[in-house]
């Protein structure tokens, strides 16, 4: 708090005069509170009016083959959250406009480890310097790109720790074998949910699901002892067998953001017991699971205010900072961003098995099987060409490497644009043209140091990617037309040869997911071909048997919904392909007669046959907007024959999934 | 910065746990709890926005876009960051990229014609004592000596109530380049003002 006015005592006085003066302004009627939220009321309830501006007609599903035989269908969201402003001002190296790479990818510098502390102390103090006018840094938002990080998601992924004997769901994750933490877990006996509740603190509450006649045994909060613990929550879990990972948002002394690792042994779920806890600098950004070790990263900010105050510019993991050969920078371009990568294993978690720290603030983050992607959209680099970055970290048990970084033309949609397989990197990316408008789409396939092997560009001119998913050899991506009267549609190249087919359908696919060998399931939304109005929840069934020949097998609208967490968040959707079960939480907007808008959740769960199509199960209705919540973000769980619905506000509810009865109910709140 | 949720001196009434769980509402889409945070903050958003900019009614846009951007990137919000200040910080981009636009474009207003022509009553001596417009014209005039740079910081410390610590994270400068700047700043200002205040 402190210094105030650090000028003149003289000046103090005609200031704080100057200042009533100011006080006399008042703002006009349109900004004031009641206007505005009115106003944010009225936007934000009437989704249709999002799709003003899309003309709209057929999406269009891409097949192409790839090599020998590889064959490829994507997908995309569209530029929301794609478009991140990067923190970093480009300037002497880098590609300047003019100098763009035809191809897409060029060197960008190379990082470089640290070979003492000093060195990064310099190399941002050097940055600082050069940096005169430049504000990168926020979004247009105002989000710190940390916060952009709503592109987590995968596929499902069967947790290769599933022991129990009963059937159950699992976190839709996009890699086999690759977990993702989220806000709920089962492990069929249990339900470990995390409950924020109203204090914003939060807790994982371990729930005995007992068939539905819900009994809680244990609430975990955070950890932590700071000063400002009462900042502090419980974001995401992992559960593997009789061990509980509990990552947390914390505080220190000085007001700082650290991500907190808390592992617990669980074997009594009434009374966990805390194993280990590592902490990193920075805000938590995304965390992965692979076997017994967990990958956490986080991003900090970093600027060199002092040399003696480090931790301003290097991230501390436990207490400590870290050692400077595992500290990479880029050369030649200045970064205020550090990613903070740390690893444990959740056997042995007394300490940290490795941490790297690179400096790049990445946002769309995709791990396979053996290496961690960070890819981040570059946004003055002074290229006409919407450019991307991508950094490649391999690891193994517990072990990472900085591997490779390399630049791309286009953007990313969300992880699902980008795909791992025989060490091939595929991606798909929209490439937007600033100087004569319009975009395109282009596919890459890079290889292990991330150099283009193989590409194909001017795909779908003046669409942009909606949704992906790659399988083996083949890859699937949806794109959209999105109506641009200033600009001509480039068609120079519409005959690439590695294209199989295209399927031209209304609507498109924000998310897909492989359904049985031969089937593609797409959630996405409907659109009217001639208007462009958005015309409720599309379920799509596409039989991808013959590449060459995708058809459109079955579909099904739900017309009232206005939308669902999954067109951008994976884990809100309950699938299980085995199971034939596809659930998610639809919002539907309803008129009042006074002219309101009010927002009604259902829990819809859906089953598949091919001939009879899409068939509802249930339709569980969920309270309004009572007491402040929105039920968009509602996961679903299954144990055996009982759906169990969380993050509904201050319940976790049970349901059968035959009859749909309510089993149970357990209220979060309330002091046991 | 310890003091990160306190900065603002008295400029934010509401205890920070409130804060935070408007906040949380906030980011699960609740309007009303975004309301209000916006409400602790508005007037200063909008006073902040008219003195550096040009034009009122580009104040008024600035201010809105700043609204909806912040409801619609709320998520973006860090545990550990003040409403205030991250609101502010957004405003702050706004006005900067609008700053950069007259700086390409040069506007003569409405505003500044009504200024120019304050100016010229007090040459004549015309000037009355206590007019409230008056003295904000007078005050806004004062602002439009600077430089937009030093507008701007000058701007985040009586508005934003920020020291110069805290600016030059938000400008991405070192803290004495903010302190040298401001204090040029203002002795700017004083000049411009003397007659008023006490000067």
């Given at each position: 708090m402190s210094e105030r006015w650090e000028q003149d005592p003289m000046d103090q006085k005609w200031i704080e005069e100057a200042k009533k003066t100011a006080g006399m302004v008042e703002p006009p009627e349109r900004l004031s509170p009641d206007k505005v939220t009115e106003k944010l009321k009225r936007e934000s309830r009437k989704p249709k009016r999002i799709v003003a501006g899309y003309k709209a007609a057929a999406a269009v599903l891409l097949f192409l083959i790839l090599g020998g035989g590889s064959f490829w269908l994507f997908r995309q969201i569209g530029r929301d959250n794609a478009a991140v402003p990067d923190t970093r001002i480009k300037g002497r190296s880098g590609f300047q406009a003019g100098e763009e790479p035809a191809e897409g990818v060029s060197l960008s510098g190379g990082y470089k480890t640290a070979s003492s502390y000093g060195e990064i102390y310099e190399y941002l103090k050097q940055q600082e310097e050069d940096r005169t006018e430049t504000y990168a840094g926020e979004t247009a938002a105002g989000a710190l790109p940390e916060t952009a990080?709503?592109?987590?998601n995968g596929i499902e992924?069967?947790?290769?720790?599933?022991?129990?004997e009963v059937n159950h769901s699992e976190?839709?994750?996009?890699?086999?074998?690759v977990d993702e933490s989220d806000i709920v877990k089962t492990d069929g006996k249990y339900l470990y949910v995390v409950y924020t509740g109203e204090n914003a603190v939060g807790a994982v509450h371990i729930i005995e699901a007992n068939g539905g006649d819900m009994k809680e045994v244990s609430r975990t909060g955070p950890v932590t002892d700071g000063v400002y613990k009462e900042y502090d929550s419980v974001l995401e879990l992992y559960v593997d067998g009789d061990t509980m990972v509990v990552l947390m948002d914390c505080y220190n002394e000085a007001g700082e953001n650290y991500t907190v690792t808390a592992v617990y042994d669980i074997t009594d779920r009434g009374d966990p017991k805390l194993t280990g806890m590592l902490s990193q600098d920075g805000a938590y950004h995304s965390s992965r699971k692979n076997g017994s070790y967990v990958y956490v990263f986080t991003k900090k900010y970093a600027a060199a205010e002092s040399k003696e105050n480090d931790r301003s510019y290097i991230p501390y993991v436990d207490n400590e900072p870290v050692a400077y050969d595992h500290i990479h920078y880029p050369e030649n371009v200045a970064v205020s961003c550090t990613l903070v990568a740390a690893s444990l294993d959740i056997t042995s978690p007394g300490r940290f098995c490795d941490t790297e720290a690179v400096y790049f603030s990445g946002d769309t983050m995709y791990v396979s099987g053996d290496a961690i992607y960070v890819a981040e959209q570059l946004w003055s680099s002074g290229s006409s060409k919407s450019q991307t970055e991508i950094f490649k970290l391999s690891y193994k048990d517990g072990q990472m490497e900085v591997s490779a970084n390399k630049r791309f033309l286009g953007r990313l949609n969300d992880q699902f644009s980008l795909d791992q397989y025989q060490g091939y990197l595929r991606l798909v990316a929209t490439v937007d043209d600033?100087?004569?408008g319009g975009e395109t789409n282009s596919l890459y396939v890079m290889d292990e140091n991330l150099d283009i092997v193989g590409s194909i560009h001017n795909l779908a001119p003046g669409e942009q990617i909606y949704s992906a998913r790659f399988m083996g050899d083949t890859g699937y991506f949806v794109t959209f037309r999105q109506m641009d009267p200033l600009f001509s549609v480039d068609l120079s190249d519409p005959e690439n040869p590695k294209i199989m087919g295209e399927l031209k359908i209304t609507g498109f696919s924000s998310y897909l997911h492989f359904y049985e060998d031969d089937k593609l399931l797409g959630i996405g939304r409907e659109v009217n071909p001639r208007t462009g109005a958005f015309e409720g929840i599309k379920l799509s069934m596409f039989d991808i048997g013959d590449p060459y020949d995708v058809k459109e097998l079955d579909k099904t609208v739900l017309?009232?919904?206005?939308?669902?967490?999954v067109l951008n968040n994976h884990k809100a959707a309950l699938i299980d392909v085995s199971k034939n079960l596809l659930g998610f939480c639809v919002t539907e907007n309803v008129e009042r007669k006074d002219g309101g808008w009010t927002e009604i959740s259902r829990y819809v769960v859906y089953s598949y046959e091919?001939?009879?199509?899409?068939?509802?199960k249930l339709s569980i209705e969920l309270n309004g907007e009572e007491s402040g919540y929105r039920y968009y973000d509602t996961r679903g769980l299954y144990i055996a024959n009982t759906l169990y619905l969380a993050n509904t506000g201050p319940f976790v509810s049970a349901y059968s999934l035959e009859s749909g009865e309510k089993l149970g109910e357990v209220l979060l709140e309330e002091e046991r | 910065m310890p003091d990160a949720f306190e900065m603002s001196e008295g400029r934010w009434s509401m205890e920070r746990s409130e804060e935070l769980r408007l906040i949380k509402l906030a980011k699960k889409g609740n309007v009303d709890a975004f309301g209000q945070l916006y409400e602790e903050v508005y007037k200063d958003l909008y006073r902040f926005a008219l003195f550096i900019l040009k034009e009122p009614h580009d104040a008024e846009d600035v201010v809105g876009d700043t609204v909806t951007a912040a409801f619609e990137g709320i998520r973006g919000l860090r545990h550990d960051e003040a409403f205030r200040s991250w609101i502010f910080r957004i405003l702050t981009n706004k006005s900067k990229r609008m700053l950069k636009h007259y700086a390409e474009r040069p506007v003569f207003g409405e505003f500044e014609a009504a200024a120019e022509t304050e100016g010229m009553q007090e040459e004549h001596g015309a000037r009355s004592s206590g007019a409230g417009q008056e003295d904000i014209l007078d005050l806004w005039d004062a602002f439009q000596q600077l430089s937009e740079e030093d507008r701007v910081i000058v701007g985040l410390s009586f508005f934003g109530g920020y020291n110069s610590q805290e600016i030059a994270e938000m400008l991405r400068k070192k803290p004495g380049t903010v302190r040298s700047r401001q204090s040029r700043a203002l002795a700017r200002m004083r000049t411009h003002l003397s007659g008023s205040y006490g000067i």
């Open positions: 990080a709503p592109s987590e992924t069967k947790d290769e720790a599933a022991t129990a976190t839709n994750t996009q890699v086999e074998g600033y100087q004569n017309e009232d919904a206005d939308g669902t967490a091919a001939g009879s199509g899409f068939t509802e | -």
